[in-house]
Every structure is written in structure tokens, then in C-alpha cells.
């Protein structure tokens, strides 16, 4: 679980790939018990513990630039384009990545 109050990202490299297979997977790994709410028109995570999760993809990197995060989980990430990685190391806070 992520550390308590703080406020992450999950990136997959396109939109499809988001909902089709890093959520569905995230979901089915994920205890239920943690997750206190889920704004499915936001792709926004709420857990018990206070901290956020981002579901987001990459297919414009430059749209992931703003909320100051202080992890990332990119999946697939060698199917990212490279400024993502980039933009993501400059928007974290700490180094837990």
C-alpha cells in the first residue's frame, strides 16, 4: 500500500491499454478492503489509508504534467514514449520509484 496521504500515478502507454489491461489488473490484485472509493469518471482511487491513485496513459505525455505526485508506476513502460519518463521524474516529489 502506498504510503498514507500520498498521492500517486499509474500510467499505461495508451488509453485502450488503461482500462483493458493495467486496471482490470490492478483491480484484480488489489484487496478490496483497502480501496476506500473509486470516481470511475475521474479514473480517481481513494484508499482507506488516506493516499490517491492517478490512472493515466501516456498517449500525450504533456497531459501528465500538474499534480505534485510522489510515485509512479508506468506500465509497459518501454511502449512509452520516451518524454514520459522524463515528465513523470519531474513531477515527483521523492525518489520512491
Same mark, same amino acid.
Not at 3 to 30: E, H, N, Q, W, Y
Given at each position: 500500500?502506498?504510503?498514507? +496521504? @500520498?498521492?500517486?500515478?499509474?500510467?499505461?502507454?495508451?488509453? *485502450?491499454?488503461?482500462?483493458?489491461?493495467?486496471?482490470? $489488473?490492478? #483491480?484484480?490484485?488489489?484487496?478490496?478492503?483497502?480501496?476506500?472509493?473509486?470516481?470511475?469518471?475521474?479514473y480517481t482511487?481513494?484508499?482507506?489509508? +488516506? @493516499?490517491?491513485?492517478?490512472?493515466?496513459?501516456?498517449?500525450? *505525455?504533456?497531459?501528465?504534467?500538474?499534480?505534485?505526485? $510522489?510515485? #509512479?508506476?508506468?506500465?509497459?513502460?518501454?511502449?512509452?514514449?520516451?518524454?514520459?519518463?522524463?515528465?513523470?521524474?519531474?513531477?515527483?516529489?521523492?525518489?520512491?520509484?
Amino acid at each position: 500500500m502506498p504510503k498514507a +496521504g @500520498s498521492l500517486g500515478v499509474i500510467i499505461a502507454p495508451i488509453f *485502450p491499454m488503461l482500462g483493458d489491461a493495467t486496471m482490470r $489488473t490492478f #483491480f484484480s490484485i488489489c484487496p478490496p478492503e483497502i480501496i476506500s472509493s473509486w470516481n470511475k469518471s475521474t479514473y480517481t482511487l481513494k484508499l482507506v489509508n +488516506g @493516499s490517491e491513485i492517478l490512472f493515466r496513459s501516456a498517449d500525450k *505525455p504533456d497531459r501528465l504534467r500538474g499534480p505534485t505526485i $510522489t510515485w #509512479f508506476w508506468m506500465d509497459e513502460a518501454a511502449d512509452c514514449k520516451p518524454e514520459t519518463w522524463v515528465i513523470m521524474r519531474g513531477e515527483t516529489q521523492t525518489a520512491e520509484v
